[in-house]
Structures are given as C-alpha cells and as structure tokens.
C-alpha cells in the first residue's frame, strides 16, 4: 500500500478506542517478525487530513490480558461466529481475563511516530545457506560424520568396509548383477 507519508509498515492486532482518534496495537513486530516493541497507543490521524494507513495481513492468535484494559479502550464482546472474545485463564494459581485478538494488519506507522517505540525483544533472523550438502538430511553435518565414523568403525573388520555398509546379502546380489552382465551383454 502507498501511503502520502513516510512510513515504516508493522504487523500488529489492533484495539479501537472510544474516540476512534487513537488504536491500541498489541504485540507489534516488523514484518519480518524479528523485532517485538511494547504494545501502545497510536494516533490514527495527525495534522488537517494525514491518516494512518492499514490493512489486513494475517490471523494469528493474540490474548491481551485485561488487567491492563482502560476505560478508552472499545471491545468486541462477540466475534462474527457469535463466539465470546473474552476467555479466562488460570495464571500463577489465579484466575485472569484475556481479550482474544485473532486479525493482525499491517499498519504504516509515520516515521516520526516509529522513534517512540520501545523495543520488547529482538530475534535472530536464521541464515539460510544453500551450500550443505545435507540439505534434505534431517542430522546436521557433525551427527552425519559422527554416525558414518561410527558405523565404519564396527564394520571395519570386514573386507567389504568401505563398499557403504555391504551385507552378505548385498554382496550375493552384486555377484547375482555381474553373472547377469556377462550372460546378457546386450543390455550392458
């Protein structure tokens, strides 16, 4: 979405206010998800006609605990599905209220609003490398070294050590393939 000023897009739930002058984002990230700020209140127009600008982006679920509700805030008793918004939780031995927040949007945050977020958390992107040959391999490297020396090392008593793990089986089958060559060279 283009928007008429300079913005810096988060993924966050949102809470109406009363006034509708203000949202409540709760659990935003950047929309990479590396990066946790503090839930807070943002204005949702400044200035003659700037606006922020949202938009839908994904469902994921979000409980925001009640004891930090204030009298500004606007809840949805009942979602779409007539099913209550309003769950109850025992935490530490004592029962809390959470509000269920499941729509997260994209929200074009002003650059000068972005500087007062404080930042929650942060969470290393992992780096993929598309360079491992063990890619489709569910050990890393070090557990597949480590298997292959183990195994190489039991099996070691046996002339056919390195021909990957042969058994007499395997070995009969191979004798079985070469008579079968030689008798048949036409498919060779």
Do not use: C
Request: aromatic content about 12%; cysteine-free.
């Amino acid at each position: 979405m283009k928007t008429d000023y300079k913005s810096i897009p988060i993924v966050a739930s949102v809470i109406g206010s009363k006034s509708r002058k203000a949202m409540y984002i709760v659990h935003p990230t950047n929309v990479k998800g590396t990066t946790l700020y503090k839930d807070k209140w943002i204005p949702t127009q400044w200035g003659q006609d700037k606006r922020i600008k949202w938009e839908y982006h994904s469902q994921s679920f979000v409980e925001f605990p009640m004891s930090k509700a204030t009298q500004a805030m606007m809840f949805e008793s009942y979602d779409l599905t007539n099913i209550s918004r309003f769950n109850t939780k025992l935490v530490d031995g004592k029962a809390q209220q959470f509000y269920e927040l499941i729509d997260r949007y994209i929200i074009h945050v002003p650059v000068w609003l972005i500087n007062s977020f404080e930042v929650q958390a942060t969470r290393i992107e992992k780096v993929v490398n598309d360079n491992f040959a063990n890619d489709d391999n569910p050990e890393t490297i070090a557990e597949q070294t480590a298997k292959d020396s183990h195994i190489a090392d039991k099996f070691s008593y046996r002339g056919d050590a390195n021909d990957m793990y042969m058994s007499e089986f395997a070995i009969e089958d191979s004798q079985s393939l070469q008579q079968w060559d030689s008798d048949n060279p036409d498919y060779s």
